[in-house]
């Protein structure tokens, strides 16, 4: 959740929120960045807004972040995540509650056409107040960034010229899918030790991450490395073979398009979030099952014109569609709603 103060104080709620931050604070508001995991209802919202004297809020998720603000004293905009129009919905009090929150909001952002669509198939009357803009990519990696040190603490061979390092960067929560691919890409590693497969993200589910720990324990070729610095994972991916998704749902994946804008090739699970920011050999490669996955990496890596042209293409689509300055102009004139 922000927050912003004179010009206007606000709060976010939840992830990618410290890019909205920068764009809000660039507009000079003030703005506190609030986990909604870290609150249990409303009324510890209330008590937040009114003691701290916040003047508007900033949703991301129409459930996780949205159901907080339900009633709220103070105007908010929402941000759609993904998982709240693709999943959420299937639950009755879920649907409930977040047409509630939509009523109330002042607006409502979704990343894409298709997310909008979904949206307004559910909730008819808000329809006029959901707007379109694609995630604003812009990355920062590190010049000091250590890449061996980086393998080293992983247990990866620091044999640079033979590895190929796949990263799978996702919060660990089951709808990420973190474990996929790992035991096929287990007994692809088995034939090729050259190959290795890095998952870095925070536990967001800890009983799942456990199940993620034991499961990577008992697989060679498969490392749980430790969380970075946006700055140092920016460089890391910027240094790996390929990034890795495997999602069952994804809103817009940040991840991905940063990967991109890096000159990183993309393999992607065939999912519709993915689908609309990939497309197939094109600007990065799509599978439907984890033995495709290992067929098109394998591909990838024999073939290094093919690769080449995904990257130039993939970084194109990024320039021309996921401009930093134009998302930032969308939400500073976005937030003028919540005055």
Same mark, same amino acid.
């Not at 912003?4 to 104080?9: I, S, V, Y």
């Not at 960045?33 to 209330?46: G, Q, R, T, V, W």
């Given at each position: 959740?922000?927050?912003?103060?004179?010009?206007?104080?606000?709060?976010?709620?939840?992830?990618?929120?410290?890019?909205?931050?920068?764009?809000?604070?660039?507009?000079?508001?003030?703005?506190?960045?609030?986990?909604?995991?870290?609150?249990?209802?409303?009324?510890?919202?209330?008590?937040?807004?009114?003691?701290?004297?916040?003047?508007?809020?900033?949703?991301?998720?129409?459930?996780?972040?949205?159901?907080?603000?339900?009633?709220?004293?103070?105007?908010?905009?929402?941000?759609?995540?993904?998982?709240?129009?693709?999943?959420?919905? &299937?639950? =009755?009090?879920?649907?409930?509650?977040?047409?509630?929150?939509?009523?109330?909001?002042?607006?409502?952002?979704?990343?894409?056409?298709?997310?909008?669509?979904?949206?307004?198939?559910? !909730?008819?009357?808000?329809?006029?107040?959901?707007?379109?803009?694609?995630?604003?990519?812009?990355?920062?990696?590190? =010049?000091?960034?250590? !890449?061996?040190?980086?393998?080293?603490?992983?247990?990866?061979?620091?044999? @640079?010229?033979?590895?190929?390092?796949?990263?799978?960067?996702?919060? +660990?929560?089951?709808?990420?899918?973190?474990?996929? +691919?790992? =035991?096929?890409?287990?007994? !692809?590693?088995?034939?090729?030790?050259?190959?290795?497969?890095?998952?870095?993200?925070?536990?967001?589910?800890?009983?799942?991450?456990?199940?993620? &720990?034991?499961?990577?324990?008992?697989?060679?070729?498969?490392?749980?490395?430790?969380?970075?610095?946006?700055?140092?994972?920016?460089?890391?991916?910027?240094?790996?073979?390929?990034?890795?998704?495997?999602? @069952?749902?994804?809103?817009?994946?940040?991840?991905?398009? =940063?990967?991109?804008? +890096?000159?990183?090739?993309?393999?992607?699970?065939?999912?519709?979030?993915?689908?609309?920011?990939?497309?197939?050999?094109?600007?990065?490669?799509?599978?439907?099952?984890?033995?495709?996955?290992?067929?098109?990496?394998?591909?990838?890596?024999?073939?290094?014109?093919?690769?080449?042209?995904?990257?130039?293409?993939?970084?194109?689509?990024?320039?021309?569609?996921?401009? !930093?300055?134009?998302?930032?102009?969308?939400?500073?004139?976005?937030? +003028?709603?919540?005055?």
């Amino acid at each position: 959740m922000v927050s912003l103060r004179p010009r206007c104080e606000h709060v976010i709620m939840k992830t990618h929120s410290a890019i909205h931050r920068n764009h809000l604070h660039a507009a000079g508001h003030i703005c506190v960045l609030k986990d909604a995991f870290l609150y249990e209802s409303p009324a510890e919202i209330a008590d937040l807004t009114s003691t701290d004297k916040f003047d508007a809020a900033l949703a991301i998720h129409l459930y996780k972040g949205g159901r907080l603000l339900q009633g709220s004293r103070i105007p908010f905009g929402i941000i759609f995540g993904g998982t709240d129009v693709n999943e959420d919905v &299937k639950s =009755e009090e879920k649907h409930r509650v977040m047409g509630a929150v939509l009523e109330e909001a002042r607006f409502a952002v979704a990343f894409t056409v298709e997310m909008k669509e979904l949206a307004a198939a559910e !909730w008819p009357e808000a329809r006029k107040k959901i707007y379109v803009q694609t995630q604003g990519i812009k990355t920062t990696p590190s =010049e000091t960034f250590d !890449w061996y040190r980086f393998l080293e603490r992983a247990g990866i061979p620091t044999d @640079t010229d033979r590895l190929h390092l796949f990263l799978l960067i996702c919060g +660990l929560r089951r709808v990420k899918d973190p474990l996929y +691919l790992v =035991e096929v890409f287990s007994d !692809w590693h088995r034939k090729d030790p050259s190959v290795h497969l890095g998952i870095i993200g925070p536990a967001v589910d800890p009983l799942f991450t456990r199940e993620v &720990k034991e499961k990577v324990k008992r697989a060679p070729g498969v490392h749980l490395l430790q969380e970075l610095p946006q700055d140092d994972l920016h460089a890391a991916v910027k240094r790996c073979f390929a990034l890795v998704n495997s999602s @069952t749902s994804e809103g817009m994946s940040a991840a991905i398009l =940063e990967a991109m804008d +890096l000159d990183v090739p993309v393999l992607a699970r065939n999912i519709p979030g993915n689908a609309a920011i990939i497309k197939h050999k094109e600007t990065g490669l799509l599978f439907s099952n984890p033995q495709e996955f290992v067929v098109l990496s394998k591909s990838l890596m024999n073939d290094p014109i093919m690769e080449k042209e995904i990257i130039t293409r993939a970084k194109d689509y990024v320039k021309k569609h996921h401009s !930093w300055e134009s998302e930032r102009k969308t939400y500073q004139n976005l937030v +003028l709603r919540l005055q």
